[in-house]
Structure formats: C-alpha cells, structure tokens
C-alpha cells in the first residue's frame, strides 16, 4: 500500500497544488510503477467549461484541475482504504491506524465543524484542508462531534474523504501564485502569460518580455527562451506538393527542424538551409486531442482587426457598402476555394486588414475594454464557429487530417480540421475547439 504524506493548502504526496495538467502527467509517467493505473474525465462537448479530473482508482485518489488555467486546485482522496496518509510524519490512516473522527482531531487538531444534512456529512474544516465524515442515515437530531467525537449511539465517524485545497474551503477554488508554486515558479515562471501574435512578424512573450520574429537564428532564439525541451526534425513534408515545383538542390535532403518548449506550449519550426525562423506552432492543450498532456497550453492571443474601405471599388466588393466604413468581416470573391486551400500555399485574396485605420475612414471609438468594435481575438477559449462568423468565408474549405498510427501510436480522437486564413493556420476539433494555430512566414 503506497504511502503519502498530506500537506495542508500545499499537495499530497507527489501532487502539488497548482501544478499544470502536463506536469502532473509528467509525475505519472515518472512513477508508473506507482500510478499504473490513471482515468481521463472530461466533457467532450465542452472541456473548457467543466472541470478536468485525472482519476487514480488504484489509490482512491482525484485531482481536479481548474478548467481555464489547468492548474491542480484540488487533490480529493475518496477511498481511505486504498493508500496510507501520514500528517507531520504522524499516521492518520493506515492498516493499523484507523481513520476515526478522534483521532484526526487529535492528531491534526482542533477546529471548526459543521453537519451537512442535505448530504448526511459532517465537514470538519481546517485551513487548506477539509475533512468528511459520513452521518448514518437514521440519525435525524443535530450533532456536533468536536464535543461528542462519536455518534448518539456510540460508534465512531470514519474518514470518507481527505481533501486538499487553497484557502479556507473548498468552495473558494483558489490557486496559488506562481512565484509560490514549486517547481513551476523555476521552471517556466512565464506560465498563463499572454503570447501576442503578430501576422507577418512573429511573436511577443509578455512573461519573458521578448519578441521572437521571423528570420532569427537558431541562436537568437536558445538566448531568448533558453534551451528547448527537445528537438524534432521533419522527416516528411506532405505539403510540399502543393508547393512550387522546384529542382532538387544539393542541400535538398536536409529536414527542417523544431525547437520544441514544451513548457511555453509553442513550436519553433526552422529552415534546414538558412536555419531561421519560418514558422511558429501554438498548443491550446484541450482534452480529447492527441498532444494533451505533452505541452502546457500556450495562453495565445490573435487579433483579427477590423477593415478600412476608402474607395467605391471597396464598397461594391462589399456587396453595395458604402466607402468609408468600418465593417466586422471580409468575404472574399474568389472562387470557391477547394480542400488545398488550408495548406500556407493557398492563394486566398483578401482585401487589406488596417489595425491603426486610415485617414480617409474614422473608426468607431473603442469599447469599454478597449478593444475597437470589429476587432476579434482568438484565444485558446475561443471556439472556431466565433472565429468563422468574424471572418465570413474567407477561410474556405477545410483539408481533412488523419493521424498516422503505428504499432506504438494509436489516436482515438479522430480525425481533425485544418482551416487557413492568411498566415494562419487553425486546427479545429470536432467539437469546435482550437486545438493548435499555426503562424508560418508569407512567401
């Protein structure tokens, strides 16, 4: 039987409050011999908005991850019978050290309580760490066990449930800080810092206070964010295709290469000839997709701007709208374009996209938050219908992405979409989740 040792409002055991869904897979995988047995609980229709749960039955254990950070806010021990619990090196549960109602009093000490009728419970609350004793169903009268410490009829409350958490209750759903979490505030203290992205130049990392931009070294980049977590290198190209045809050259059997920041949920894609920067890859780390758990989620943010019209032509590619105003979405009039429209060769036109507007054509003023009307970020909560109905149609049809499977690697996810608009690319879920934007050098 493993044993794990309760820290009130910080973990238990190998699980630390506030510690990201990757890190936590990552503990797994290092003590599988420990954790052999792990449960993934999510809503598949809407994981962002329920709270994600790696289940342990092994051990009677279930972390709960908050839905927007995916960070651990709660460390649940549901089955007492299943693991050991030591508290300042004290047993407060074992094979030979029953779980009562005494004997955490005594050993943790005193505190408050309060009966729980709709749930015959009674909740016994310490700072950072809550405990529940099951009330028998028959009892009907009030109880207060600090000043009985048994039931009306003499038996002894067991422990049900161990729960570890921040602040005075469970309710609260507090996280630490990141400076106060260990392990993530040295290791990426930048996590849940916004990325801007920035069509046609690259990237700004608000937590690192840096910009990465297209056509920097491999250099540039290991000084700006330090040495990658891994290195991948591009063994095929199924887009080069669609690409223009060129004649071999004598470097043509070098393989572009990623820097992979696992930490910072992004890719570094660079050329095998110049070794610059070509392309960026951004992970939104939702369940139910086939990287989750390997990236942190890169807190991304896109602004797809408003347009500016100063000519009557304009106003005509706008179906009659008149020059001069500002509109929330262009449609493009090109044909239709087909299935290979989602790869970076596409040639999808698009009528100029003005941030700072235009002398000829007043804006609107802005709104209360300050972002102008018409002007839409993505961010990895963003749903992909949202993005389409700002950008109209002038994203096209979709290519179609089947994961190749090996005897090692199986997906059981399906297959995914892959939208282009401009520089970008979306990978949309079936769901309508984001699950990674790819931001790639205009040629």
């Not at 038996?155 to 469970?170: F, Q």
């Not at 890169?298 to 408003?306: E, F, Q, V």
């Amino acid at each position: 039987m493993l044993k794990l040792s309760v820290f009130p409002g910080q973990g238990v055991g190998h699980f630390i409050l506030g510690h990201p869904i990757g890190l936590v897979t990552q503990v797994l995988k290092e003590h599988y011999t420990e954790y052999a047995h792990v449960e993934l609980a999510y809503s598949d229709a809407s994981p962002l908005a329920v709270e994600t749960l790696l289940h342990l039955p092994d051990l009677g254990v279930q972390l709960v991850f908050d839905t927007a950070s995916q960070r651990l806010k709660t460390i649940d021990v549901f089955d007492t019978s299943k693991v050991q619990l030591t508290y300042n090196g004290k047993d407060i549960n074992s094979p030979t050290c029953r779980p009562t109602f005494k004997r955490l009093y005594e050993t943790i000490g005193a505190t408050s309580g309060v009966e729980n009728k709709p749930f015959k419970q009674y909740v016994l609350t310490y700072p950072g760490l809550t405990l529940l004793f099951p009330i028998p169903l028959d009892f009907e009268e009030d109880i207060d066990l600090p000043s009985t410490q048994v039931f009306p009829d003499g038996s002894m409350p067991m422990l049900s449930n161990l729960c570890v958490h921040r602040g005075k209750d469970m309710q609260t759903g507090e996280l630490p800080p990141v400076s106060e979490t260990r392990i993530l505030s040295t290791h990426c203290p930048s996590y849940g810092q916004p990325v801007d992205i920035h069509s046609g130049r690259g990237i700004t990392l608000s937590g690192l206070g840096c910009d990465v931009c297209f056509g920097m070294s491999c250099q540039d980049v290991i000084t700006l964010l330090g040495t990658p977590d891994d290195r991948f290198f591009k063994t095929e190209d199924r887009m080069r295709i669609h690409r223009s045809q060129q004649l071999p050259t004598s470097g043509a059997s070098r393989a572009d290469y990623f820097f992979n920041y696992f930490a910072l949920g992004l890719d570094v894609l660079f050329d095998a000839q110049t070794h610059v920067v070509k392309k960026f890859v951004f992970h939104s780390n939702l369940p139910g997709h086939y990287d989750f758990g390997c990236y942190y989620r890169c807190n991304y943010r896109i602004t797809l701007p408003r347009v500016s019209y100063d000519s009557e032509q304009a106003g005509q590619q706008l179906g009659g709208a008149p020059a001069g105003v500002w509109v929330e979405s262009v449609v493009s009039q090109q044909p239709e374009p087909t299935s290979l429209s989602a790869t970076p060769s596409a040639d999808l036109q698009s009528i100029d996209l003005d941030l700072e507007g235009d002398d000829d054509a007043a804006a609107p003023p802005a709104t209360a938050d300050g972002v102008p009307p018409g002007v839409f970020v993505v961010t990895p909560a963003t749903k992909w219908d949202d993005v389409q109905h700002h950008l109209g149609s002038s994203c096209g049809k979709p290519v179609v992405f089947h994961r190749a499977e090996s005897a090692n690697t199986v997906d059981p996810f399906g297959a995914t979409l892959f939208f282009s608009h401009n520089d970008l690319i979306f990978e949309v879920m079936h769901n309508q989740h984001i699950a990674t934007v790819t931001l790639f050098q205009p040629t």
